[in-house]
């Protein structure tokens, strides 16, 4: 069984520093810290000896980490997880990525040296040495709503292409064809796919297929204003903005009134893929596509202690429901 020394000497670094990296320590360098991960995915090293010992026994905890728990589909799915859990017989410890690999990464090592009996995760981008490392241990884990291509585990997400197949018949029934799409993050599932919906789906819904009404950010809202502020300052004017995410949608809409002023912005039609609470009661209202969040989280609790229990679990799509305020 691998211990840390065997984990220091493979990575070529030295015991402290080891230690520091397992145990989310700082002061390690960027390639010291990958030099440790990518040394414990090989050694298949999980911190904490008596916890891996241990993990035959049942201790009814699960962990949580999602994406960013300021986002409200991130705090519903979690809510309802909890709530799921708890009905189970089972704890929860939360914890938030903060949209950051590195966090997730300092979370995931936290979550390998507790005794739990499964993860529910909401990935970050793709499989990082620690993730793997955590498979090869032999945890069960579940992804929600994000997936991560080549990773044995089950999921259970949004179905994005039919969310954003909602939105582009809106916009067609609205007789919209310059439209700006602010997107997410490529290496995030979520953003690459309702890319690829919007893409794909553009010409057919008579939609402009200049890439430049297109941008990315990050999923959070700072990102995504500049990122449309970017498209304006190409002299697009778009008759309509389509967010990729509820975060997306307001930097998007920050932009809009910042170039174009409060009362030209008004005349640009706004739709989200993510419904927030608060886009009924602005002027004009924003029409959204509302995902099932309680659904997945919920949903995730299941197929995880069904993993636990040893049967198979099958992935899922949640299909997606339309908010039209336009009328």
């Known amino acids: 069984m691998p211990t840390i020394k065997d984990v220091a000497r493979r990575a070529g670094v030295s015991l402290g520093t080891a230690s520091r990296v397992l145990s989310g320590g700082g002061n390690t360098s960027p ?18 000896g008596p916890a891996r010992s241990l993990r035959s026994t049942r201790t009814n905890v699960l962990g949580l980490l999602v994406s960013d728990i300021r986002n409200p589909f991130f705090s519903e799915i979690a809510h309802a997880a909890e709530r799921e859990a708890m009905r189970l017989g089972y704890t929860v410890l939360l914890a938030n990525a903060n949209e950051d690999e590195t966090q997730a990464d300092e ?3 936290i979550f390998a040296s507790q005794r739990i009996d499964g993860l529910l995760l909401a990935p970050q981008g793709p499989a990082s040495p620690q993730l793997e490392s955590m498979l090869k241990s032999g ?14 585990a089950p999921s259970f997400a949004t179905d994005n292409s039919q969310g954003v197949g909602l939105v582009l018949d809106w ?3 609205r007789g919209h064809r310059d439209v700006a799409f602010v997107g997410g993050p490529n290496s995030i599932s979520t953003g690459a796919e309702r890319m690829a919906a919007y ?10 297929t200049d890439d430049a009404f297109i941008d990315a950010g990050d999923f959070l809202a700072d990102g995504a204003e500049r990122a449309m502020m970017r498209i304006l300052e190409r002299g697009k004017r778009p008759t309509a903005v389509f967010g990729a995410n509820g975060p997306t949608t307001l930097g998007a809409l920050r932009a809009l009134r910042w170039v174009l002023g409060a009362s ?9 893929f993510d419904d927030l609470e608060w886009f009924e009661f ?6 959204a596509v ?7 989280g919920t949903a995730g609790v299941t197929g995880l202690l069904e993993l636990i229990a040893g049967q198979p679990v099958a992935s899922q799509r949640i299909s997606t429901t339309f908010i039209d305020r336009s009328v």
Request: aromatic share 2%; glycine share 4%.
């Open 290 to 296: 509302r995902h099932d969040a309680a659904a997945i």
């Open 264 to 272: 030209e912005a008004s005349r640009v039609e706004v739709v989200s």
């Open 199 to 208: 893409r794909a789906g553009r010409e057919s819904h008579g939609i402009n």
């Open 107 to 109: 979370y995931l090592r």
């Open 171 to 173: 916009l067609q029934t």
């Open 282 to 287: 602005v002027s004009p209202a924003i029409s």
């Open 139 to 152: 945890l069960p884990v579940v992804l929600l709503n994000r997936l991560v291509e080549g990773l044995d």
């Open 31 to 48: 390639k010291a810290r990958s030099q440790v991960q990518a040394a414990a995915a090989e050694l298949n090293y999980i911190a904490n």
